[in-house]
């Protein structure tokens, strides 16, 4: 009996070892086989390095306003566009969302062994076909019986995790509750050009900035910070369909955080005014350096009435366009005057999820940048403004930011 016994642990001894894996030594090597990960390099990106700033307040505080006090920080290295966001770029969102619309209408969808429906690309979309008539404005809508596309029906749907509430001791709910599902309309307002300006002319705007080709490679605006948000959902969608299932996907496209637009903003200088190290708007011919409201309102002085395209001027020293000037820029960080107190040092952040029924304090998302609107003061690396989430504006546009994965770039090379 004892002989069975032993030949019995035997056996499942060596079933066991067996399971560990093929050709396995004994020794310990990790799982084998995994993806391999030589970084990315993202189109139209540049890498800032991974260091510590002191950010906070670079000149006088001229508002005396005390909401951004001197504090050293340390950030993670991130790839980040090296300009804005433009409207031709912004286009291909909206020619995705409708585009699946329309497929979405026509039936165009496949199913796989999971009962998961998908669109099938492809199909070609016969845009006179009638079943499309919903997506035109009909009736008393349509203008002099043109046939154009009703913007208030393209809808993107996302959803996303709510990490904060996962990581909180308190949580004991199932994962269905970390999941939050968003639905937003993401055309341009392109109605600002009219609403930001009292009697000003600015109807040829309205009509042209978004869609004539003139305006292709200037910065998108009359963007909500949510529709901001959308359009980094979808952007990392599309890089990650390009890649093959065995490959690792990347981290997501994003908003930058305030503190990592205030670092790649200041391109390496520690304590200069403004991106492009200096603590003037001129250069030493006396030629100003960003798009902004010069003096007492010389618009065309700069070079640009309005808004310019998105590689004017010359970039700071990450290769970064127009971090000062042309358009300011969202970020993922919500607004608080005393923030910089409460702030971790590494990697500081400070998001809040305001819902709908929220007081509009709540509401308030940090911009940065200035824009051509502004004076030069807002133009500065260390000066802090916000703006309303639901609010959509003729000089607030957005570029994203995406995380380095890893020490360093360099330990790719």
């Keep these: 009996m004892k002989q069975v016994l032993f030949f019995l642990l035997a056996v499942s001894l060596l079933i066991g070892l067996s399971s560990c894996g093929k050709n396995n030594s004994g020794q310990l090597s990790g799982v084998q086989n995994r993806p391999s990960w030589k970084g990315i390099n993202p189109y139209g990106m540049v890498y800032v390095p991974s260091g510590t700033t002191h950010i906070g307040q670079s ?3 001229v508002f005396s306003t005390y909401t951004q006090r001197p504090k050293s920080i340390s950030i993670m290295g991130f790839y980040m566009d090296e300009t804005e966001i433009t409207n031709n770029e912004y286009r291909e969102f909206v020619y995705y969302v409708r585009d699946s619309i329309a ?3 026509m039936g165009d969808l496949l199913e796989d062994d999971f009962g998961n429906e998908f669109i099938d690309w492809d199909y070609d979309i016969d845009w006179e076909d009638e079943t499309l008539d919903e997506m035109y404005y009909q009736g008393d809508n349509a203008l002099s019986g043109k046939r154009e596309l009703d913007v208030e029906k393209l809808n993107y749907a996302w959803e996303w995790i709510d990490w904060k509430k996962a990581s909180s001791r308190n949580f004991d709910g199932v994962r269905s509750d970390l999941i939050n599902r968003e639905e937003v309309k993401i055309y341009p307002d392109t109605l600002v050009w009219i609403r930001d300006f009292s009697y000003s002319y600015n109807e040829p705007y309205a009509r042209n900035y978004f869609w004539h080709p003139a305006f292709d490679d200037y910065p998108v605006v009359g963007i909500e910070w949510k529709q901001a948000k959308a359009f980094c959902d979808w ?7 390009a890649r093959s299932s065995k490959e690792a996907n990347t981290e997501v496209f994003r908003l930058p955080t305030e503190t990592e637009w205030e670092y790649a903003a200041r391109g390496g200088h520690e304590l200069s005014a403004y991106p492009w190290g200096s603590y003037y708007v001129r250069n030493a011919k006396g030629c100003l350096l960003a798009n902004f409201k010069p003096g007492r309102g010389n618009y065309p002085e700069d070079g640009g009435m309005l808004t310019v395209p998105v590689d004017a001027y010359f970039p700071n020293d990450y290769g970064l366009y127009n971090m000062s000037g042309n358009v300011a820029e969202w970020t993922e960080t919500a607004y608080y005057p005393q923030a910089y107190n409460h702030m971790h040092d590494l990697n500081p952040d400070l998001k809040y ?4 029924d929220d007081p509009k304090a709540l509401k308030r998302k940090v911009i940065r940048g200035g ?14 403004h916000w703006e ?4 959509a504006k003729s000089y607030v546009g957005f570029r994203c930011a995406l995380t380095f994965l890893g020490r360093s770039i360099n330990d790719l090379k």
């Design 103 to 105: 497929h979405t209408i």
């Design 371 to 384: 824009s051509w609107k502004d004076i030069s003061y807002f133009l500065q690396t260390g000066t802090r």
């Design 388 to 391: 309303y989430q639901d609010t």
């Design 353 to 356: 999820d305001a819902k709908e």
């Design 235 to 241: 952007r990392t969608r599309l890089w990650n369909s």
């Design 59 to 61: 000149d006088q505080d």
